[in-house]
């Protein structure tokens, strides 16, 4: 008795899947669907009016650059990057910074150097912009 209703199971089944798959398909792919798809980029601002001003204070020449902070959200930090002469050097500046002092002891006899300097806002997305470069002849003490 088990193996007849298994067998009929089986034959209807097998009835069904072919009956089943001659039906054409009823879907209808002409319908329009509308929706308000917004995009926006997102851009960062980079630091501006940098300026690179020398001071000599008692036994130390004080070199200071200072910037506009980025008006971007998140900020969490600056990267301050100059080349004097030939040397590179590259300093970190906390997000509410808008200004860095590198400290030196007075070593050189007052002359003119280059100094190229570029400020660069990172953010906690890890985005980042970076400034115009500002290049200037500054003077020791």
């Known amino acids: 008795m088990n193996a007849i209703r298994r067998t009929a199971t089986l034959v209807g089944l097998t009835l069904a899947v072919i009956v089943g798959s001659s039906i054409p398909a009823s879907a209808d792919f002409r319908d329009a669907v ?17 300026n690179v001003t020398v001071q000599c204070v008692g036994s130390e020449l004080h070199a200071t650059v200072s910037w506009t902070r980025s008006t971007s959200p998140r900020i969490s930090g600056y990267a301050i990057d100059a080349t004097i002469n030939t040397d590179r050097m590259s300093f970190r500046a906390p997000a509410n910074a808008s200004s860095y002092t590198y400290r030196i002891p007075r070593l050189w006899q007052s002359h003119s150097i280059p100094v190229a300097v570029t400020v660069t806002t990172d953010t906690e997305y890890r985005w980042t912009a970076t400034s115009p470069s500002l290049h200037r002849w500054v003077t020791t003490c």
């Not at 509308?34 to 940098?50: E, M, Y």
Request: glycine fraction near 6%; proline fraction near 6%; charged fraction near 0%.
């Open 34 to 50: 509308t929706t308000n798809a917004a995009l926006a980029t997102g851009t960062v601002a980079a630091p501006t009016n940098l």
